[in-house]
């Protein structure tokens, strides 16, 4: 059979409503590429019947595949680029989408660029009513092959989110898996390993919708402070990819943008009444960056002033507790 130049592989997990416009919006492929792989790969889904969804399209081509039992995100990652056939992956979250034009774009981009390993667009953050939330910074400027200035960029923060970026099979091959000791942050350490070693390509167009909702895995770890640790966890372990003598300069920038979002992230759930989110949310700021959110920003907060002794005097428990945290990740 004959090797087709994209694979599009859907995971999902008790998203089963949301899996229509993901994979009608990768069904736009095949009109220019009709021998496009569609897959969804299901991480033993337990609230929903996602085969039921995925049968409506089997007469277009999509196929499905059910893990036995759940694997956790990053290994569903990797099972899809391991079940891919094509050349290119583009792993396509089952809540999110693209636009129709996403794949022939891409393709005029990379098709006649062999030394090119990935290619990413913008991307535009919606809620589930399609209502735009935000986008990211910090991307190119212009179309093109990605400069260094990119790549100090995604040293210190993941701009780049998965329905955003395809990547070569190769690639996938030569680097290895997905981390399964990352959860939040597993796709910012695979676009950092695959973007540090390939040349990368960016198409200036945005083409992709991440989508943000309540049932998401990031709402789900951002109430504990997880999501932050999390990334602490992949700061420390991306050090390897970067020259020496940058190292610590990425590290300490690193540690102040995920501090600084944990700190706003703390706000809004102060404002929504959410104590306990915004308390969690504020601790993992605390072990990433301690003087900064003490010294700056806990002072203007306006919280209790009970809390605040507490958090201060727990500064010193906190960054015990989360000793792990400051080894290398093996």
């Known amino acids: 059979m004959?090797?087709?130049?994209?694979?599009?592989m859907i995971p999902s997990y008790n998203c089963a409503y949301l899996l229509p416009k993901a994979i009608e919006s990768a069904l736009a492929c095949k009109r220019a590429f009709p021998d496009t792989q569609i897959e969804v790969v299901d991480d033993c889904s337990t609230r929903d019947k996602p085969e039921e969804v995925v049968r409506r399209y089997q007469e277009f081509g999509v196929s499905f595949y059910r893990h036995p039992q759940?694997?956790?995100?990053?290994?569903n990652f990797s099972a899809c680029a391991a079940r891919s056939r094509g050349?290119?992956?583009?792993?396509l979250h089952g809540d999110d989408y693209v636009r129709d034009d996403f794949y022939e774009k891409l393709h005029k981009s990379i098709a006649n660029r062999p030394q090119v390993y990935s290619a990413f667009t913008p991307f535009i953050a919606v809620n589930e009513t399609g209502n735009e939330l935000w986008t990211p910074d910090r991307l190119p400027t212009q179309a093109g092959l990605v400069a260094q200035e990119f790549r100090d960029a995604i040293a210190t923060q993941n701009v780049i989110q998965a329905p955003s970026i395809v990547v070569r099979k190769a690639a996938y091959g030569e680097i290895g898996a997905f981390d399964p000791n990352l959860v939040h942050t597993?796709?910012?350490?695979m676009w950092?390993?695959?973007i540090w070693k390939y040349p990368a390509y960016f198409e200036a167009d945005t083409l992709a919708y991440y989508l943000i909702h309540s049932a998401s895995d990031s709402s789900k770890l951002m109430r504990t402070g997880e999501n932050l640790y999390d990334a602490l966890r992949a700061i420390k372990k991306a050090s390897k990819y970067f020259p020496e003598e940058r190292r610590a300069k990425y590290e300490k920038a690193a540690r102040r943008l995920q501090a600084v979002l944990g700190v706003n992230q703390c706000r809004r759930y102060w404002s929504q009444g959410d104590n306990s989110g915004a308390f969690a949310q504020?601790?993992?700021s605390i072990v990433l960056d301690p003087a900064w959110t003490l010294g700056r920003v806990l002072p203007g907060m306006i919280m209790p002033s009970a809390m605040k002794n507490v958090l201060k005097s727990s500064l010193a428990r906190i960054s015990r507790r989360d000793q792990p945290l400051e080894r290398e990740p093996s």
């Open 2 to 8: 004959p090797k087709p130049f994209w694979s599009i």
């Open 70 to 75: 759940n694997v956790g995100a990053p290994r």
């Open 87 to 91: 050349e290119w992956i583009h792993i």
């Open 186 to 189: 597993a796709d910012w350490d």
């Open 192 to 194: 950092n390993r695959v």
């Open 282 to 284: 504020l601790k993992a």
